[in-house]
């Protein structure tokens, strides 16, 4: 029978599109904010290591607001948790052109814009579908959720780049535009938690993970995935996802310039890797209902590998700029529905906020070693070579490395 509980069909597609949306717009904003680097600099002379420390700070910083929000939507809610961000976020974009400084840059974008934009992300918004989706449902929810986060980097890119290219606009009123678009996930983010209810009707993965479950509280369940081997290597592989996507997502543009390319091909590169992985989201999405998450994930982190040792041998041109985005779009940020399922199947979705949340942590540990580092080695040898290689190698230990999981197998639909 189905749960009474749990939301209709119809209105679970609704609240998957609130929560896609407003990711739309978070991860639009974050993923867009170095194509800021060299015009911040050309007006502030800051220096691009500095600023690519600040952005560098933001990956880092989003990555500790993940178990640090889904912990707090565990315990008092999701809402507070969407509203407060969303504030924060808005002054946050506000406030930048006011302090451009080394340090002026790591509070705003590094601290208040992160915490912002994570609030608004993947823990608290899966979390929060999860705990009210059956669970053959999740994969496809969790991947459209997923493509919501693509389509706003496809979306922002390219309005960003056109904004900061007009001089009566310029960078900073591109921040006044995000501070201003941010405000609207608060009457989304009314909608997806107006219920009031979720965590305590959604059915485990499995009836171990449920027996389990019935009784643990938010810190037994912590220490139970701490203490196993899976966890950690979830973790591994997704600090390779975020070395890899912090780099590009920061220093792309800059190697286009080093192409001797204009700043169009950058925003454009950026924007197609976003719509990409609209469709590998998707797909995924699907695939995780069919197939093994692991299996999956190995896969994709492979397929990053053979990418870049192609792109490196291939002439820089616009064209190869853009084959290579779209076809690492495929698997962008289509690694989140498959690690998200895992963890909830190793440990159910109660407090999948939580636990997913930390295993972004570790993506973000990566996303702050790939903007950073990848700003002092170009600064260094001019050019991104060795970051290039780091990328590779880590993609193949990623890939190697989800294959021992030991991952339940796939919950068919049931009537």
């Known amino acids: 029978m189905p749960n009474p509980a749990l939301p209709s069909k119809n209105q679970l597609w609704l609240l998957v599109a609130a929560a896609a949306v407003i990711l739309l717009i978070t991860s639009g904003i974050r993923l867009s904010l ?3 680097i060299k015009p911040i600099d050309a007006s502030a002379h800051i220096g691009i290591v500095p600023i690519s420390f600040a952005l560098a700070v933001t990956q880092l910083m989003w990555g500790v607001s993940q178990p640090v929000t889904g912990a707090l939507a565990d315990k008092f ?10 504030l924060l976020l808005a002054i946050g974009c506000f406030s930048v052109p006011y302090f451009v400084s080394a340090g002026g840059l790591v509070v705003t974008l ?16 899966m979390g929060q579908v999860a705990n009210q989706t059956p669970p053959h449902m999740r994969g496809t929810a969790s991947g459209i959720i997923n493509a919501g986060s693509s389509f706003g980097q496809f979306l922002f890119a390219p309005i960003l780049q056109g904004l900061i290219a007009l001089p009566v606009v310029g960078w900073t009123g591109a921040m006044y535009f995000m501070a201003g678009t941010s405000l609207l996930c608060l009457p989304l983010a009314y909608y997806l938690t107006q219920g009031n209810n ?15 479950q019935a009784h643990e509280t938010l810190s037994q369940c912590i220490r139970r995935a701490l203490s196993d081997r899976n966890y950690w290597l979830l973790h591994i ?39 990409s ?3 590998g989201s998707l797909f ?23 990418l870049i040792a192609i792109f490196l041998m291939a002439p820089k041109t616009a064209t190869t700029f853009f084959i290579f985005a779209v076809s ?3 698997t962008w940020l289509a690694t989140v529905p498959p690690t998200a399922a895992t963890v909830g199947k190793l440990y159910g979705v109660k407090y999948l906020a939580t636990l997913f949340g930390l295993v972004l942590f570790s993506h973000q540990v990566g996303g702050f070693l790939g903007a950073y580092l990848g700003g002092i080695v170009v600064d260094k040898f001019g050019n991104y070579q060795y970051m290039w290689y780091a990328d590779m190698a880590l993609a193949a230990l990623a890939a190697v490395l989800n294959l021992p999981i030991q991952e339940p197998k796939i919950m068919k639909a049931t009537s």
């Open 34 to 36: 170095g194509l800021f």
């Open 110 to 125: 590094g601290i208040l814009v992160a915490f912002g934009t994570g609030a608004g992300s993947f823990s608290v918004l």
């Open 237 to 275: 592989g997704f600090f390779t996802c975020g070395f890899h996507i912090a780099f590009l997502v920061t220093h792309l543009p800059m190697e286009v310039t080093l192409a001797g390319l204009g700043s169009n091909v950058a925003s454009w590169s950026l924007a197609l890797i976003g719509l």
């Open 284 to 306: 995924v999405g699907w695939c995780v209902g069919h197939f093994r998450s692991k299996y999956i994930l190995f896969w994709m982190y492979l397929s990053r590998t053979i």
């Open 277 to 279: 992985n609209v469709v």
């Open 77 to 86: 809610g999701a809402w507070r948790v969407l509203l407060f961000g969303t």
């Open 328 to 330: 690492l779009g495929l």
């Open 198 to 212: 979720v965590g305590k009707h959604a059915p485990a993965a499995s009836s171990a993970v449920a027996n389990n």
